[in-house]
């Protein structure tokens, strides 16, 4: 449950710390998994294992360690694709960090995009129905329409806010429910142990994106979800400089997601592992600041005359906000404005030329489609083409992530791409 309301109450870490499996809170647990190892010296981080080949010194063993590998035992591997130390280092974390007290099993991919895919080509198979929220991640939603209607896989997009009312748009052949919440752009929380339950009662499988929460603001296996997705990129990694996905699957689960992992060779390297691990560390400290950071600004952009609504679940004016208060214990810094269109400078190109002074110049907000980093980002969200089962009736709509700046400096930045935006 979070702690954190648009109103201004801050970070309220002993609710949360109370709440932790086996009595650790998730700052510390995020400082302390991934550190058993066995090393003639302790160091304080693991070393970072590259491999390809892995060495046996007897047929049996190579035999038996296959046999292991094969059946997905935990740490087994007869080759690099299978995992080195490191790399099963940060499969136990994230199981752990993700699962927070339920069983569950983590498998690493080399990017966001390509555990969402995986995950869906290893549980959807053809004549099978998918379920996806009109909000979902553009790229998903393309996957969905491209490579999976053509393995003979029909996706259906729903309203993000159906909850229960899932039910009615269940078949037979129904076999992933994705979520993703808050949605991509447009922030939708969805009620999502309400639609893991139907899924399960119908024998279908859930699957969320989990990006946005990072790994410290939502325990999604307490709501109820069979998979899920991480884009690790993003606040996991925390430093705009490493790409990598993962998907971390409850135990009965596992020997289909890993089976799918192995059959399409999907892997990482040791170093870029070890960048994951490094950014664990410190997430729970940087979340805070991106929290409050990103309220600040959200709460400022409210008050401008240019902007028609902040489209951000902890302020409490989002329709949404009971929802995200009852499931999140926390916000990122990333979120979505909608301009007033009077706003906007007039004529044919006036929309895009105000949104070009609004974006372009910035002193520390830069144009760019990733977020999640120490640092801040501002896209105009184009949507229009992205949503079918509830299309986009609003005005222009600019998404920002908000970095570990100084918010004042953010706000003053901002400020003055309004200003140019409106005498553009
Ligand atoms: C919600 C969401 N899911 C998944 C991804 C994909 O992650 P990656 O960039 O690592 O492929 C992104 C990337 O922007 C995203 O915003």
Redesign the pocket.
């Known amino acids: 449950m979070s702690t954190v309301d648009g109103s201004g109450a801050g970070a309220a870490g002993d609710a949360r710390r109370a709440e932790a499996p086996g009595g650790r809170s998730i700052a510390s647990l995020v400082t302390e998994v991934a550190r058993r190892f066995d090393a003639r010296i302790a160091t304080a981080n693991l070393p970072v294992y590259r491999a390809s080949t892995v060495l046996f010194d007897s047929l049996a063993q190579a035999d038996a360690t296959g046999r292991a590998t094969m059946a997905g035992v935990r740490h087994a591997s007869t080759y690099g694709t299978a995992g080195t130390p490191t790399t099963h280092a940060l499969m136990d974390a994230l199981a752990e960090v993700e699962g927070r007290g339920h069983a569950c099993r983590a498998a690493l991919m080399p ?4 555990a ?1 895919a995986t995950a869906l080509l290893a549980f959807a198979k053809t004549g099978d129905h998918v379920l996806m929220p009109d909000s979902v ?1 553009g ?2 939603r393309q996957f969905a329409q491209g490579m999976l209607a053509g393995l003979g896989v029909h996706t259906t997009f729903y309203d993000p806010r159906i909850g229960a009312g899932i039910e009615a748009l269940m078949r037979p052949q129904t076999r992933v429910v994705y979520l ?1 919440s808050p949605g ?1 752009y447009t922030f939708e929380v969805q009620d999502v142990p309400a639609i893991c339950a139907v899924a399960r009662r119908h024998g279908a499988i859930s699957m969320i ?1 989990n ?2 929460a990072s790994p410290v603001f939502a325990r999604p296996f307490d709501w109820g979800v069979d998979l899920s997705i991480l ?1 690790l ?2 606040y996991w990694s925390g430093h705009a400089d490493t ?3 993962a998907v971390v699957a409850r135990e009965a689960l596992w020997p289909t997601l890993w089976n799918a992992v192995r059959q399409t060779g999907l892997c990482v390297g040791g170093d870029d592992a070890f960048m994951i691990l490094r950014g664990l560390r410190t997430v729970e400290v940087r979340m805070r600041r991106h929290e409050a950071s990103g309220l600040k600004v959200a709460r400022w952009l409210e008050a401008r005359p240019e902007v028609a609504r902040v489209l951000h679940p902890a302020l409490p004016g989002h329709p949404d906000h009971a929802l995200w208060k009852r499931d999140f214990d926390g916000a990122c810094g990333l979120f979505s404005f909608e301009l007033r269109r009077e706003a906007l400078p007039a004529g044919e190109d006036g929309p895009e030329r105000g949104l070009a002074a609004l974006c372009e110049g910035r002193r520390f907000f830069r144009i760019g ?3 999640g980093g120490f640092e801040s980002l501002i896209v105009p969200a184009r949507i229009g083409s992205l949503r079918t089962a509830t299309p986009w009736s609003g005005g222009p709509l600019v998404r920002v992530h908000i970095g570990l700046e100084d918010p004042a400096e953010l706000i003053a930045d901002l400020d003055a791409g309004l200003g140019a935006m409106r005498t553009a």
Do not use: F, N, Q, V
């Not at 990017?111 to 390509?114: A, V």
């Open positions: 990017s966001g995009l390509s969402i991640y790229p998903a993703e991509s994106d990006a946005w884009p990129t993003k790409l990598m996905g489609y990733s977020w």
